[in-house]
T-cell receptor, first 115, second 111 residues
Framework: GAGVSQSPRYKVTKRGQDVALRCDPISGHVSLYWYRQALGQGPEFLTYFNYEAQQDKSGLPNDRFSAERPEGSISTLTIQRTEQRDSAMYRC?????????????FGNGTRLTVT | QQPVQSPQAVILREGEDAVINCSSSKALYSVHWYRQKHGEAPVFLMILLKGGEQKGHEKISASFNEKKQQSSLYLTASQLSYSGTYFCGLGGETSGSRLTFGEGTQLTVNP
């Protein structure tokens, strides 16, 4: 079946603008994760959901970042008042179940550039 | 705390073996291994859960030493397709589904 789908693939925005990144997980996957990956680095955890409930948002850098998954499927990561340091690859992943025992299936990511 | 992977990079000839290590300063509950090729998403290889087991998948296997808080990934008789960056992701007992990834090990397999 289809994998994790993210849109847009690329986003260029000006400093101070808000952006919304979308993630469509694999159908039936309970858990959805947002990671940020700098070039040459491993993915850095931001937040995750089980169904529609946000279980852990400890990785969100500050209150400009928020995420939601209102119906337990598609999720949106929103960054308000973007800054240049927000530039990165934002990856979404989903897994059949939570708890660390299920493989993460990553999407192709959204490359965000803040000018 | 971020796990430490070693080596940072390794270059092999096709058919050679390699070991990639992943160490943590915290007690481990789960270890995930992923491979990422340039410009692509990380792809799942295997999971090991608390218990010190060893898992295998064709010529790629891994071990999980709970006492040493370390996992190792073994690649035997490497193929060109094994090239990429390998990441370990660690889950703690209280961190639930949150994985903390290492900085990666860049593996290059040459003909």
């Amino acid at each position: 079946g289809a994998g994790v789908s993210q849109s847009p693939r690329y986003k260029v925005t000006k400093r101070g603008q808000d952006v919304a990144l979308r993630c469509d997980p694999i159908s039936g996957h309970v858990s959805l994760y947002w990671y940020r990956q700098a070039l040459g680095q491993g993915p850095e955890f931001l937040t995750y959901f089980n169904y529609e409930a946000q279980q852990d948002k400890s990785g969100l850098p500050n209150d400009r970042f928020s995420a939601e998954r209102p119906e337990g499927s598609i999720s949106t990561l929103t960054i308000q008042r973007t800054e240049q340091r927000d530039s990165a690859m934002y990856r979404c992943a989903s897994s059949l179940a939570g708890g660390g025992g299920s493989p993460l299936h990553f999407g192709n990511g959204t490359r965000l550039t803040v000018t | 705390q971020q796990p430490v992977q070693s080596p940072q990079a390794v270059i092999l000839r096709e058919g050679e073996d390699a070991v990639i290590n992943c160490s943590s300063s915290k007690a481990l509950y789960s270890v995930h291994w992923y491979r990422q090729k340039h410009g692509e998403a990380p792809v799942f290889l295997m999971i090991l859960l608390k218990g010190g087991e060893q898992k295998g998948h064709e010529k790629i296997s891994a071990s999980f030493n709970e006492k040493k808080q370390q996992s190792s990934l073994y690649l035997t008789a490497s193929q060109l397709s094994y090239s990429g960056t390998y990441f370990c992701g660690l889950g703690g007992e209280t961190s639930g589904s949150r994985l903390t990834f290492g900085e990666g090990t860049q593996l290059t397999v040459n003909p």
